[in-house]
């Protein structure tokens, strides 16, 4: 199975910032790598895949990088409806792994 | 409007067996796979199971494998989870979510709560 390390596990950051959260594989895989959001009692969101690509209607202060083992997420500019969980996911070999989740709250 | 409704979530004891439903709208469904991810309370999410377009390709995680099982029924744009002997560590929050084409995960159900409890 790939393991997804996410870090770090909460964050605490104030209105504009940039707050970026990393993902890092236990194997190297192709880039088909998830970022979900995820606030209190909803189900998840998908915001990035395939590492870096937008899903449709996303904002872009929202992205993604990285290949190989080593991934990444950003809020360029946080905002208050960022309060969530995020979430990495490789959906390229089975079983689907996530990583452990990142609580973002604004400080 | 597209979406995914699961039912099916209760109360249930150990050992018992459950099946959960999910209806899709808005989309051809025989064109997606499906998969079942779930959340134990305060907890990360988890994949428990895909199932092809046509049925006829299905993996579960290895947590479940043996006691749960995944079908469609294209007829009726519905996705279940048949599962058997639970346990206490089942109890979840199951999501229902459409699979390839891409991207993947990128339509996520209301979910339903299953508990597993004497």
């Known amino acids: 199975d790939i393991q997804m390390t996410q870090s770090p596990s909460s964050l605490s950051a104030s209105v504009g910032d940039r707050v970026t959260i990393t993902c890092q594989a236990s194997?190297?895989?192709?880039?088909?790598l998830n970022w979900f959001q995820q606030k209190p009692g909803k189900a998840p969101k998908l915001l990035i895949y395939?590492?870096?690509n937008f899903e449709t209607g996303v904002p872009s202060r929202f992205s993604g990088s990285g290949s190989g083992r080593n991934f990444s997420f950003s809020i360029s500019s946080l905002q208050p409806e960022d309060t969530a969980t995020y979430y990495c996911?490789?959906?390229?070999?089975?079983?689907?792994?996530f990583g452990q989740g990142t609580k973002v709250e604004i400080k | 409007q597209v979406q995914l409704v699961e039912s099916g979530g209760v109360v249930v004891q150990p050992g018992g067996s459950l099946r959960l439903s999910c209806a899709a709208s808005?989309?051809?469904?025989?064109?997606?796979?499906m998969h079942w991810v779930r959340q134990a309370p305060g907890m990360g999410l988890e994949w428990v199971a895909v199932?092809?377009?046509?049925?006829?390709?299905?993996a579960s995680a290895d947590s479940v494998k043996g006691r749960f099982s995944i079908s469609r029924d294209n007829s009726k744009n519905t996705v279940f989870l048949q599962m058997n002997t639970l346990r206490l560590e089942d109890t979840a929050v199951y999501y229902c979510?459409?699979?390839?084409?891409?991207?993947?995960?990128?339509?996520w159900g209301q979910g339903t709560l299953v508990t597993v409890s004497s």
């Open positions: 979510v459409r699979g390839d084409p891409m991207p993947d995960f990128d339509l």
């Open positions: 808005g989309f051809t469904f025989s064109d997606y796979g």
């Open positions: 199932i092809s377009f046509d049925g006829n390709d299905k």
């Open positions: 194997h190297d895989f192709n880039n088909y």
């Open positions: 395939d590492a870096s």
């Open positions: 996911q490789q959906s390229y070999t089975l079983p689907y792994t």
